[in-house]
């Protein structure tokens, strides 16, 4: 039972390779940016949404305004639209803050 309908085995072959070459180049560039193997004094970098909750925290210290929470409130909404647990929002802040 021939499974794949592609005309010759070697045009699936070389697909094959293509797509695997194609994983392990993204394998390969995500590690080099999380600079594996890692050592002992090697910083962590935090996750975007984190920092960015991070500031919202930092500005909410900074500043007690009407107009500051009106930021505040569109920074946490735009968390919640890229699917951000409100949960690991307030876990987050409040390490932070705390």
Known sequence: MNLVKFKSKSIFII?????????????LK?????RFPFEDNQEITPIDWQQFIKEI????ISEQTPKKLQEVRGKL??????????????????FILF
């Open 15 to 27: 697909i094959i390779i293509i797509i695997i070459l194609f994983y392990v180049e993204k394998f």
């Open 30 to 34: 995500i590690i080099l940016i999380i």
């Open 57 to 60: 925290a930092m500005g909410i």
């Open 77 to 94: 909404y735009e968390l919640l639209v890229h699917c951000i647990p409100a949960t690991d929002i307030i876990k987050v802040s409040h």
